[in-house]
């Protein structure tokens, strides 16, 4: 059943109202005198009479006339409703302030929060200890309440992501892409999307989205996930020209697997693989000696690292022992940089590691007591160290593949490779970004 609306009256302007009309139609009395916002059911000449007496009827409005008041509506009307009901003017300056705070906090990946309990508050005192009160009522006029820096960075992302696909619609030439498909620490599946275009004579690379699977992650979800954000942003297949993949099956799949879809809807597009997997896949094949090592040092960093105590008593021991460094480095499987990182370590730790392990009576301590041992860790400490450098080189933003090869050239005549280390760097060819 509809209520029934009351309407606003020109003769009501007597009393010191003006009206607002609400998004639904509503029309709604505010006193220009306190600004006081009544609701419809007020729009009654005895209520709003009443309001008028019983507020300000003993003040200096009691004798206002029709006419005066008349020019104080017109006159609250020009500056708006806004200030009057709470919110903030729309000015330029602080318009733009917010948004520029706003973007600091997406910059930083603090929560939206921060803004109005820490930001806001510390812009106020130190503006009201140097610059006076005046400086700290201007600034408290910025909006960054929660919601408000929610929006503002829902509306720079969403601007920003029209200017990228803007400008993939008007390349010249087609982009590649990049997909990753992970599981953050929430067990939430996302799939994270990277483009490199062309734009005035310039390879550009953007990030264009990341969005949630939310429930199964086979091939065809991704390849959904993607028409569908093609679909919506008037992109197409036709405009790409190469797709690289992360090592996951759902992606490598020479049937069911994204490339294999892809390569059915478009045949022309290149489907290549993440480099970062190759090279995991490459270590698997090191000389056994080699590999025992590696084995036995990831092993021994873990026995450290996953008990909290061994983890402190290791470390007091290496400052005891006034060691450059205090803590071993964790190893991942999936991550090539990781693999150097932690060689390195092991070895500037091998007296530390060697003497910890022994009064633990740990079964791999007698193997940092072998010469053969010790030369091949660091053999391949100094052989990951430089894999790790020219892997670095052949990344990032900007590199081509004149620069990619440039530099592999040049470590392959640098070093004197192995079968295995040629294989590893060989396979570094086998990159997305060259496609373009």
């Not at 390349?171 to 999307?193: G, H, I, N, Y």
């Not at 061994?310 to 991550?335: A, D, P, Q, T």
């Not at 040049?410 to 997305?432: A, D, P, W």
């Amino acid at each position: 059943m509809s209520t029934k609306r009351r309407k606003w009256s020109d003769e009501y302007v007597q009393h010191g109202l003006s009206c607002i009309t609400e998004r639904d139609g509503s029309q709604r009395p505010i006193c220009m005198i306190c600004n006081a916002k009544l609701s419809n059911s007020s729009l009654a000449p005895g209520i709003l009479k009443e309001h008028f007496l019983k507020l300000h009827g003993d003040r200096e409005y009691k004798n206002t006339a029709l006419a005066e008041f008349k020019v104080k509506k017109a006159r609250f009307d020009e500056r708006a409703t806004l200030p009057a009901l709470g919110f903030v003017p729309v000015n330029k300056p602080i318009l733009t302030a917010s948004y520029e705070v706003a973007y600091l906090i997406a910059k930083q990946s603090k929560p939206h929060t921060i803004g109005e309990t820490l930001v806001k508050p510390a812009a106020l005192k130190m503006a009201n200890l140097i610059l006076g009160t005046a400086a700290e009522g201007k600034l408290s006029q910025i909006p960054l309440s929660n919601d408000t820096v929610s929006d503002r960075i829902e509306d720079m992302s969403k601007d920003i992501l029209a200017q990228v696909v803007a400008d993939l619609i008007s390349s010249p030439a087609k982009f590649s892409r990049q997909l990753d498909e992970t599981t953050d620490v929430s067990d939430l599946s996302q799939l994270a999307v990277f483009v490199r275009y062309v734009k005035d004579d310039m390879i550009k690379e953007e990030f264009l989205f990341c969005k949630l699977l939310t429930t199964t992650t086979k091939a065809a979800d991704v390849k959904k996930l993607v028409d569908d954000f093609f679909r919506d942003n008037s992109l197409s297949w036709d405009m790409v020209s190469a797709v690289c993949t992360d090592g996951a099956p759902v992606m490598l799949g020479k049937k069911s697997g994204f490339g294999a879809l892809v390569k059915a809807d478009a045949p022309h597009i290149i489907v290549t693989h993440c480099i970062l997997h190759r090279h995991a896949l490459a270590t698997k094949t090191l000389p056994p000696k080699m590999a025992e090592v590696l084995k036995t040092a990831v092993e021994c960093v873990n026995y450290v690292r996953k008990s909290a105590l061994r983890h402190r008593i290791f470390s007091e021991l290496c400052k005891e022992m006034g060691s450059e460094f205090e803590v071993l480095l964790l190893h991942s499987n999936i991550r090539w940089l990781s693999r150097g990182q932690v060689l390195n370590r092991v070895f500037a730790l091998r007296a530390e590691l060697a003497l910890f392990l022994q009064e633990h009576q740990h079964c791999h301590a007698d193997h940092f007591k072998n010469p053969e041992f010790i030369l091949i860790l660091a053999y391949m400490a100094d052989i990951f160290a430089a894999l790790n450098h020219l892997n670095q080189q052949m990344q990032g933003g900007g590199v081509s593949i004149m620069e990619a090869e440039e530099h592999r050239q040049l470590f392959r005549k640098s070093y004197h490779c192995g079968k295995g280390e040629q294989r590893i760097i060989t396979l570094q060819t086998s990159r997305f970004w060259t496609t373009v």
